[in-house]
């Protein structure tokens, strides 16, 4: 074997590589993939005017507005004492043995569950931006009439007048628990969505892994908590959005993901996709179930639909798994609207209902020609035919099957139908 | 430019006309074969629209798009701790694809090159992706990296040296370079 050391040899392994481009869309997957594309700038350009649109209310308000920050330049910044720790800065470290609270001027209160971290970002004469970096806390923002409070956990921010809440922070698992005991908030997720109206009696639960957020009564959330299961029930006044995030790794420092505080066990640890991987097929089913499968269908990412679909599929639930991927279907067109196409037609040969099996695997053969599901969908094609209209109406496609894949794993039933064995 | 800025869906749609390759390319030389693949391009363009306006020279688009796409197969890889290159399914196996004879032994082959840039850091592996296999210029592809041309030098000249050395111990590839340099395809 000679050593390659070439720029010529390097030049013919970049071809290489080139050669496994992306698959080719072809033109009607262009054009999808581009109206989807156009669709979200839509989406993203009607959210940004709506964000606009309050300050073209507030114009006569400006005036009053000015004069309010020429007050406030001049009103002192709220203060704030720590009690239970030592003060360092702006950090606020509650020790693991013992909660620690901290007072503002205008008597608003946070009790820092034992262990928990958080940061006072700034402070002005109308509130203040805290930033809980981990762990848990209890606060209560004192109502005036201009009062303007901001706690933040990660890729969450609630928004705050004047209320009662518990909230929790969780930067490992990346999710947030809010329960609101007097008021309202207004709850912020990733990426800006939202936001989510939350009112007293009610129980934010936040996923930035998950991508999403729901609001449910607070009394079935702990029902749910004390048994085990993740938090989010069915009921009618469940509300389930997605957060439309990017799962970006928190911008919390690292060392906060190593050293989590001592406090009871959020009921959701990982991902669907996660959990698939591990094999907990059942469990993805019944948390899916326990939202409300319509609202998932809705709302869920692609990632948690095709999670949701083979956990149904492995555990016997056709019908959920067959919703699941028509939702996929039906909400994202390229990639995952394809390969959903050959999924439901596994799900409709595995059911019997061979007809409806090859028309869905002429729809992602048409779809994705060569896509990474093309051999197994060509197969699948040839299999329904040779049952449904004998082997000598398989043929053509037996042929096509063995020219274009010559090492594939149905090599046996091509010729097979093709009386070569 | 500006028209993309202000949200013109035509100047949009133009743009995505002229990059979906580019980024999807940059995307699948991250990646591989993946069920997101084109979720993740069109956050590449939803940044892209977002960043419209801070953007005053059209020129730079290529690699600022190559830069975007980049970060978000670094992100994505990041998050799902698994990297991977040119290949695998979302099960670990290489996707079957038409093929002729003469393909059989490229996919061997190509295999063999994803375990040996798959032994490249994640920044050397998207440097000699944007320049070799994208062809982006040196400057465009140093802008996309963020980094500067003299960096993005290092970054290629210690990929070459791991890629051809690498190459040299797999068989598939070394028998591809023996093939292809007989005048071979």
């Known amino acids: 074997m000679s050593e390659p050391q070439t720029d010529d040899e390097l030049e013919r392994l970049a071809a290489l590589a080139r050669r496994a481009s992306a698959p080719d869309l ?17 989406s993203e350009l009607a959210r940004a005017a709506d964000s606009r649109r309050p300050w073209l209310w507030a114009l006569p308000a400006l005036a009053a507005g000015v004069a309010l920050a020429v007050w406030g330049s001049h009103a002192r910044s709220l203060s704030y004492e720590v009690r239970g720790a030592a003060r360092d800065g702006a950090y606020v470290r509650a ?13 608003t209160s946070v009790l820092c569950a034992a262990g928990s971290r958080l940061r006072v970002e700034e402070t002005d004469p109308r509130g203040a931006r805290v930033l809980v970096e981990r762990g848990g806390a209890d606060v209560h923002v004192v109502h005036r009439s201009n009062s303007a409070w901001t706690f933040v956990a990660g890729p969450f921010e609630v928004l ?11 930067p490992v698992r990346e999710t947030f628990e809010l329960n609101l005991l007097e008021g309202s908030v207004e709850i912020r997720g990733p990426k800006g969505s939202g936001p989510v109206a939350v009112r007293a009696g009610q129980h934010f639960h936040g996923d930035a892994l998950g991508h999403s957020m729901v609001v449910s009564d607070a009394n079935d959330a702990a029902r749910a908590a004390v048994a085990g299961a993740a938090p989010p029930p069915s009921e009618p006044n469940s509300a389930l959005l997605p957060t439309d995030a990017v799962a970006e790794p928190p911008s919390a420092a690292p060392d906060s993901r190593s050293d989590a505080p001592a406090r009871p066990e959020p009921a959701k640890t990982e991902s669907w996709q996660q ?3 591990r094999g907990q097929f059942a469990s993805i089913v019944a948390e899916a179930e326990q939202r409300g499968v319509p609202n998932c269908l809705n709302a869920c990412s692609a990632a948690d639909l095709r999670a949701l679909s083979d956990a149904a599929r492995y555990t016997g639930r056709a019908e959920v798994a067959e919703q699941s991927l028509l939702a996929l279907r039906k909400r994202f067109a390229g990639g995952a609207g394809h390969d959903a196409a050959f999924s439901l037609g596994r799900l409709e040969e595995h059911r019997g209902a061979l007809a409806v099996a090859q028309g869905w695997y002429d729809t992602y053969l048409r779809e994705a020609p060569s896509g990474a599901f093309a051999a197994e969908a060509l197969a699948g094609k040839m299999r329904a035919v040779s049952s449904l209209q004998g082997k000598p109406a398989a043929a053509p496609l037996a042929r096509d099957y063995l020219s274009r894949f010559p090492k594939g ?13 | 430019m500006e028209a993309a800025a202000r949200g013109d869906r035509e100047a949009i749609g133009a743009v995505w006309d002229r990059y979906a390759d580019l ?6 030389g991250s990646l591989g074969a993946d069920h997101a693949l084109e979720d993740l391009a069109q956050e590449v363009f939803i940044a892209f629209v977002r960043g419209a306006k801070n953007i005053a020279d059209g020129s730079v688009l290529r690699s600022y798009l190559a830069g975007v796409a980049v970060r978000i197969a670094a992100l994505e890889i990041r998050r799902r701790k698994v990297r991977r290159w040119v290949r695998l399914s979302p099960t670990g196996e290489l996707p079957e694809r038409p093929t002729s004879p003469r393909d059989v032994e490229g996919r061997e082959a190509l295999r063999a090159l ?26 465009e592809a140093a802008a996309a990296l963020g980094v500067s041309e003299s960096t993005l030098r290092r970054e290629l000249l210690r990929a070459r040296e791991q890629v051809l050395i690498g190459a040299s111990r797999e068989p598939a590839l070394a028998e591809f370079l023996r093939r292809t340099g007989m005048g071979g395809a």
């Open chain 1, 26 to 42: 072809g033109d009607t997957g262009r054009r999808l993939l581009r109206a989807s594309l156009l669709a979200r700038v839509d």
């Open chain 1, 95 to 107: 020790p693991s043995d013992h909660a620690v609270t901290v007072e503002f001027s205008d008597q």
């Open chain 1, 275 to 277: 959990r698939i991987t």
């Open chain 1, 160 to 170: 705050v007048t004047g209320t009662r809440f518990g909230l929790d922070w969780d």
């Open chain 2, 23 to 28: 980024v999807r390319g940059v995307l699948y």
């Open chain 2, 114 to 139: 994803h375990r040996v840039l798959d032994r490249l850091s994640t920044r050397r592996r998207h440097a000699f992706v944007l320049r070799h296999v994208q062809g982006l210029e040196m400057l």
């Open chain 1, 409 to 421: 794993v149905h090599v046996n039933t091509a010729r097979e139908i093709l009386g070569e064995n």
